[in-house]
């Protein structure tokens, strides 16, 4: 078979007609909230350096087929199939120079990105999370200053605090221990790395991959991916759904 390549100056590649298992394959990054320990791969640490591009969230449900049935966050459960269901949280963000997926499955995880700053749902356990706080701070910077960001200009220092009493409150034999995760720091990256960030965010449709979970979806059953276990970052330590 002959193959004419052509000329790739100037081409730097098309998303559009990949299929979406293709797309937004990032390395991990995670936290173990019983040991408090922050993962980057496989590698262990107790502090996180991330400029966070974007959120997603949703619910599953694992029917007794052991097919997974996703839902946008907000679906009432009486509008999904039965089965076990699941909360789910991903961040996608420069780590270490490149773009990582923070993925969290358990509670104290997600908490700390998305607890609400009030109202019935906030858990007065945690901090208030750290999007919403972001998202304060980037409506009072525009407001008094005049100037738009995004969650990309913005450096996160993540720090684990000291194990809490995690013993929910539906469950009184639950006596579980976790370490929070602490924002304790925030800076601008600098215009010209917000500037390539913002560059970054569009060359891989990171709008779409928050979009991608706003809808409902159905999977395959689990038998047919028993080789590909869940990551480890994303611990089980599971008490409030949102």
Known sequence: ?????????????????????????????GYNATNGIFYIGEDETK???IVPFAMRQCKEVTDINGVTHRYPIKTKRTDMVEGDMQSRLQVVGIVNDELHIFGARSW?????????LGGPYHDARFEGGIWP????????LKSTTGKATAPLCWKLRLEVGEAIDLA?????????????????????????????YERLYTDEAIDEWVAEWSKQAVGEPQAD???????????????IPF
């Open 47 to 49: 502090t996180l350096e």
């Open 1 to 29: 078979m002959k193959i004419d390549n052509g000329n790739f100056d100037g081409f730097n590649g098309v998303t559009a007609g990949l299929q979406p298992e293709d797309r937004w394959v990032f390395p991990p990054a």
């Open 225 to 239: 991916h028993a080789s590909a276990p869940l990551p480890v970052q994303e611990t089980a330590d599971e008490m």
């Open 168 to 196: 929910s409150a539906a469950n009184s034999k639950q006596r579980a221990k976790g370490h929070p995760i602490k924002a304790v720091s925030m800076s601008f990256v600098g215009a010209e790395k917000a500037a390539e």
């Open 108 to 116: 104290t995880a997600r908490a700390a990105w998305a607890n609400p």
């Open 133 to 140: 706080r972001l998202m304060n701070h980037i409506k009072e």
